[in-house]
């Protein structure tokens, strides 16, 4: 018996504004219109307020803390017009969050997916950790959260929790890596608006050389498991997809470079073309299939537009308040160095995480802060800092992603994944990396 399919209105609203706002931040891309961002800041705001309806609970907590934070502040010092510049700003953003849609579309559709999936599930028990923590960084570095989607079903629903527990802990893990260097990561895009003068190769390379030592520290000294061979064996697993994430990042990289354009515009701008034609050369399903995918994922972008229009409108009305408020002077009589500056960025974020605030909300505070102070940090360092406790924040945060998402795949409760072990390999690895930074930034700055 045929289902009839039901017409869902709503649904289709959304849909319908999701698209326009992506149409919006391509246009706003190519050519400066005064119309387009005004169209575009009113859409954003009728988009958020639909989809608060349909989001849950803790979400619309955090977003009622936010707008309440937005209100006070801008009343205080009337600053009430960054508001709407703060709407202007965040405008490109819901464009960002479809084309990771349709890239994670798109490599959900191709044969390559299939293959890696059947190859990782192949993986011997004795490669357990080494693998996982590794394949999960590997798969989660395009495909973010949807890397759950591969692991659990290669876990299995019966498997005992214990077991379970163990393996989402070691995909998150390597998760909690993925932003130190991604591209597609939304930190990476906030860092980027920021700080615009850094190119975006120089964040991936010391990001990734970061993700390597902190891979190699962990499995050698913690798992005792980092033999070359299970590594290798992980990554020919993967083969099929490796060569997709390093031509999407470098794509980004290469449009980036060659443009004024921010990383945020050339991920936007560069993506979606390569990604119709990889569906397009499958079959002509495929690109149906990818789209329709594309499509159904657009309207459900609106947690995450939400919490981050009201982040970082927070952030430009406290930027506005800023010169009044006498924080700047504050701020700057503490003469905060460079050192404590990369650990202030770092354990901040981590330890909003453990609050369970998502880190859109402490990332772009401190950006706001340490933009407008001299500390004598390199952009660079300023914006790894951010990534790294970004990456860790998510890891142990009860409004994060990783955790809600992972906990729901693998059927455990997400209090029971925010473990002192995880809490421990996140002070660690941010206390590590926060040396490091250090030393590099005092390279950069002789």
């Known amino acids: 018996m045929n289902k009839t399919i039901q017409f869902n209105p709503f649904h289709k609203t959304l849909t319908i504004h999701a698209m326009l706002l992506w149409g919006f931040g391509v246009l706003g891309i190519l050519s400066a219109s005064s119309v387009l961002t005004v169209l575009a800041s009113a859409f954003l705001v009728s988009f958020c307020v639909l989809s608060i309806i349909k989001i849950r609970t803790s979400v619309k907590c955090i977003c009622f803390l936010i707008a309440s934070g937005i209100v006070w502040i801008s009343s205080a010092y009337g600053v009430e017009t960054a508001i709407l510049e703060g709407l202007s700003r965040a405008s490109i953003f819901p464009a960002f969050l479809i084309t990771l849609v349709l890239l994670r579309a798109t490599v959900d559709h191709r044969p390559e997916t299939d293959k890696a999936r059947q190859a990782f599930a192949s993986l011997p028990k004795n490669a357990r950790s080494g693998g996982i923590i590794t394949g999960a960084h590997i798969i989660g570095s395009i495909l973010q959260v949807g890397v759950f989607a591969i692991l659990a079903p290669i876990v299995g629903k019966n498997t005992p929790e214990e077991e379970r527990e163990s393996i989402f802990i070691l995909a998150a893990r390597g998760m909690a890596l993925v932003p130190f260097w991604s591209p597609f990561i939304v930190g990476m895009a906030l860092a980027s608006e920021y700080l615009p003068s850094v190119p975006l190769w120089q964040p991936v390379l010391l990001g990734g050389a970061l993700t390597i030592f902190c891979l190699f520290t962990y499995l050698t000294l913690i798992e005792n498991e980092w033999k070359l061979s299970t590594i290798l064996q992980t990554l020919r697993s993967l083969g099929p997809i490796i060569p997709t994430i390093f031509f ?68 430009t009305v406290f930027e506005a308040a800023t010169p009044q408020s006498g924080i700047v002077d504050w701020l700057n009589s503490l003469s905060i160095s460079s050192t404590e ?78 473990t002192c072990s995880n809490i421990t390999f996140a002070f660690g690895i941010g206390v590590a990396c926060a040396l490091i930074l250090c030393g590099i930034d005092n390279f950069l700055l002789k």
């Not at 329709?292 to 927070?314: F, H, N, Q, V």
């Open 248 to 315: 999407s990042a470098a794509t980004i990289i290469f449009i980036s470079s060659l443009t004024k354009w921010s990383t945020l515009q050339s991920l936007i701008i560069g993506l979606p073309v390569p990604c119709l034609i990889a569906l397009f050369t499958t079959n002509y399903k495929n690109l149906k299939s990818g789209l329709r995918t594309t499509l159904k994922g657009a309207r459900k972008i609106g947690p995450e537009t939400t919490l981050l229009s009201l982040a970082i409108t927070l952030g």
């Open 341 to 418: 500056t990369v650990f202030i960025v770092i354990m901040g974020m981590i330890l909003a995480g453990l609050a369970g605030i998502h880190a859109i909300v402490p990332g772009t505070i401190l950006l706001v802060i340490f933009t407008i102070i001299p500390t004598g940090v390199s952009d660079l360092v300023l914006m790894e800092s951010l990534l790294v406790g970004w990456g860790l924040c998510s890891l142990i945060s009860l409004g994060s992603l990783t955790v809600i998402t992972g906990s729901v795949m693998f059927n455990l409760s997400p209090f029971r994944v925010i």
